[in-house]
């Protein structure tokens, strides 16, 4: 007498218009009940999908391990650290001040590739996912520069007879001591980073501080 065949097979949105299918055949005697055997097959079947999962969601904590450790405990225990398709993005929980938001940046773009994303109070830094091809986003919804170019820029202010030194708090300078990057994002509107807003006007940049 020939075995039977019993064949189970089912497709799993992993999303992000990916998915898995998964497919296990076993061969039963003539005396094996089938509506149990199916039960067993189909559970093998989601349990190897399970196991998956979990084994993804174990390599996600390990790469994320990877970039939290870069910061220094003090810098690390202030922000807040999640996971895009394509990116690792890194926000603040507090006000950082301009130091600890410099070396932030730094941190960010010397030793993880990364970038600072100018969206309004959805600013953020992105750090590139290892093995993941960023999807172009449009060029009207975000805009990357280096914010040291401007925190980290020695302001003017007008004097009496000629320019002195200004502050993040009441400055300007113009258009062509910045990076292209700086003034394209400017462009775009208003940019405010840790309690500061930048303007550009014509052939100049101002900063000032927030109220």
Same mark, same amino acid.
């Given at each position: 007498?020939?075995?039977?065949?019993?064949?189970?097979?089912?497709? +799993?949105?992993? &999303?992000?218009?990916?998915? %898995?299918? /998964?497919? $296990?055949?076993?061969?039963?005697?003539?005396?094996?009940?089938?509506?149990?055997?199916?039960?067993?097959?189909? !559970?093998?079947?989601?349990?190897?999908?399970?196991? &998956?999962?979990?084994?993804?969601?174990?390599?996600?904590?390990?790469?994320?391990?990877? /970039?939290?450790?870069?910061?220094?405990?003090?810098?690390?225990? @202030?922000?807040? +650290?999640?996971?895009? %398709? *394509?990116?690792?993005? /890194? #926000?603040?929980?507090?006000?950082?001040?301009?130091?600890?938001?410099? #070396?932030? !940046?730094? /941190?960010?773009?010397?030793? $993880?590739?990364?970038?600072?994303?100018? !969206?309004? #109070?959805?600013?953020?830094?992105?750090?590139?996912?290892?093995?993941?091809?960023?999807?172009?986003?449009?060029?009207?919804?975000?805009?990357?520069? *280096?914010? %040291?170019?401007?925190?980290?820029?020695?302001?003017?202010? @007008?004097? *009496?007879?000629?320019? =002195?030194?200004? =502050?993040?708090?009441? &400055?300007?300078?113009?258009?062509?001591?910045?990076?292209? !990057?700086?003034? $394209?994002? $400017? *462009?775009?509107?208003?940019?405010?980073?840790? &309690?500061?807003?930048?303007?550009?006007?014509?052939?100049?940049?101002?900063?000032?501080?927030?109220?």
């Amino acid at each position: 007498m020939r075995p039977r065949e019993l064949h189970y097979a089912r497709k +799993f949105n992993l &999303g992000n218009y990916e998915s %898995e299918e /998964i497919g $296990l055949v076993v061969q039963l005697d003539q005396v094996e009940d089938l509506d149990e055997a199916f039960k067993t097959l189909k !559970a093998q079947v989601f349990r190897l999908h399970g196991d &998956g999962e979990l084994m993804e969601e174990a390599k996600v904590q390990v790469d994320m391990g990877k /970039i939290t450790d870069v910061f220094p405990a003090d810098l690390r225990s @202030i922000l807040y +650290f999640e996971q895009s %398709e *394509d990116y690792y993005v /890194i #926000k603040p929980r507090e006000y950082l001040g301009s130091d600890n938001f410099g #070396k932030m !940046a730094a /941190i960010v773009k010397d030793q $993880l590739n990364g970038e600072y994303i100018s !969206a309004g #109070k959805d600013s953020h830094f992105r750090v590139p996912r290892e093995g993941h091809k960023p999807v172009q986003e449009p060029t009207h919804a975000t805009t990357s520069f *280096d914010p %040291e170019d401007l925190m980290k820029h020695a302001w003017k202010k @007008i004097g *009496d007879k000629e320019y =002195s030194r200004g =502050s993040l708090s009441w &400055g300007w300078d113009f258009k062509s001591e910045f990076q292209d !990057a700086t003034i $394209l994002a $400017l *462009d775009k509107g208003p940019i405010t980073i840790e &309690g500061y807003e930048f303007t550009t006007k014509d052939k100049w940049v101002q900063s000032r501080k927030v109220k």
